[in-house]
C-alpha cells in the first residue's frame, strides 16, 4: 500500500471489499476466529524468521491445520490488517500490522512439518526436487 492518504471513497471501497471477502467466505470465518488465524501465521512465520537469525519467542505448531486453513488464515489476518490500516487513516492513532507469509512460504512450512527428513526428494519438476533435510538448530 502506499503512503499517500486515502480518500474517503477509497476507504470505502476497502471495507466494502473486506465485507465482501467476510461474507464470501462463510462459514469458515466461523470456523476459524480471528485469533486462531493469526496463531496459524505465527506457526507459518516462526521457522522463516528463525532461519533469518529471529529467535521466535513461542514455537506454535501446525498440528490439526490443513493446507487450504494455512491459506485462508493468511488471507484472514491480511484482510484484518487492511481493515485496521482503513481504519487507522480515517481514525487516527496507533496501528499494529502482521507479517504475512505468501503462499511459496506457506507450501514450504507446511511441507516440512509434515514431512520427515529423508535424502529422497517428496516432489520433482523439471530436474528440481524438494527435499526435506536434517540441520542441526543452534540452542
Known sequence: MSSAPLTDTELDALHERAIACFKAAGDQLE????????????????????????????????????LADCVFAAHRVKLADEASIAAQRRHGGT????????????????????????????AIIDGRGIFVLPIKEEQ
Open 31 to 66: 470456523a476459524m476466529p480471528l485469533e486462531e488465524a493469526k496463531r496459524v501465521v505465527r506457526a507459518l512465520i516462526g521457522p522463516s524468521l528463525n532461519a533469518m537469525g529471529v529467535p521466535s519467542i513461542k514455537r506454535e505448531t501446525l498440528d490439526g491445520v490443513s
Open 95 to 122: 496501528l499494529t500490522l502482521s507479517v504475512i507469509p505468501d503462499e511459496r512460504l506457506i507450501a514450504a512450512v507446511f511441507a516440512l512439518a509434515r514431512y520427515h527428513p529423508n535424502n529422497e526428494p517428496i
